[in-house]
């Protein structure tokens, strides 16, 4: 079984100061692990993944996470908010183990505050 | 090279109709997912094909159902359409095998309202 936590349901932050989302998960299985975007009425755009190599993933449009087994958390970070990185991010994991199916956190809304 | 393709986009049907989504995966890819999405449930996975087989399916009564053809396209299909049923419909696709590190690709979305 699988399952994830994304800690905040709303980040909101000011443009030009970092970004953290928080996110834990929990997996029988060596995971993968993905950060989708949802801009409002689209469809999910993948951020990165981790696929057990480096620890440190980055990412499409500055943005990066990283992977701590020991703590069961992938939080998403971005070194400075721009405003059109306001949307609702997800994490998710796979078991990749024989199949595709994904387990999704709740979302986290961000706002970017110009 | 094209991403997900999903048709049609938006939709209205009525309670007690029945609705089929359609999906084209990217070129190559074998591996076709659909997920619900609710404001409510957030994101749930509907089913998952591969080479014309259900490899694994969410928990969902029996009125949503798949298929996948021989060409990779898919479609899902819902019966009785019920006032909860009105979501967005995601379709992803990814290639091959089921193994880590995989990357799953997303379409745009069906949106469809029961009235």
């Known amino acids: 079984a699988q399952s994830v936590t994304q800690l905040d349901s709303h980040v909101s932050v000011s443009e030009g100061t970092p970004v953290l989302l928080r996110c834990n998960y929990s997996s029988s299985y060596s995971p993968s692990l993905f950060w989708y975007v949802q801009h409002p009425n689209k469809g999910l755009q993948l951020l990165l993944k981790y696929t057990s190599a480096a620890t440190l993933v980055k990412g499409i449009n500055g943005f990066e996470a990283e992977f701590k087994k020991s703590e069961t958390s992938f939080h998403l970070t971005k070194p400075s908010a721009h405003m059109s990185d306001a949307a609702e991010y997800f994490c998710?994991?796979?078991?990749?183990?024989?199949?595709?199916?994904?387990?999704f956190g709740k979302g986290t809304k961000l706002s970017v505050i110009p | 090279k094209a991403g997900v393709t999903q048709t049609p986009r938006y939709l209205i049907k009525t309670r007690g109709q029945q609705v089929t989504l359609s999906c084209s995966p990217i070129?190559?890819?074998?591996?076709v997912s659909w997920y619900q999405q609710t404001p409510g449930q957030g994101l749930q996975f509907l089913f998952e094909?591969?080479?014309?087989?259900?490899?694994n399916k969410g928990n969902f009564p029996g009125r949503f159902s798949g298929r996948q053809f021989s060409n990779s396209r898919s479609e899902m299909n819902v019966s009785t359409l019920e006032l909860g049923d009105s979501a967005l419909y995601l379709c992803?696709?990814?290639?091959?095998?089921?193994?880590?590190?995989?990357?799953?690709?997303f379409g745009e979305g069906s949106w469809l309202t029961v009235v």
């Open positions: 998710v994991v796979s078991s990749g183990a024989g199949s595709y199916q994904l387990t």
């Open positions: 992803a696709s990814s290639p091959g095998t089921a193994t880590s590190g995989n990357t799953i690709y």
């Open positions: 070129s190559g890819h074998r591996s």
């Open positions: 094909y591969f080479s014309e087989t259900q490899r």
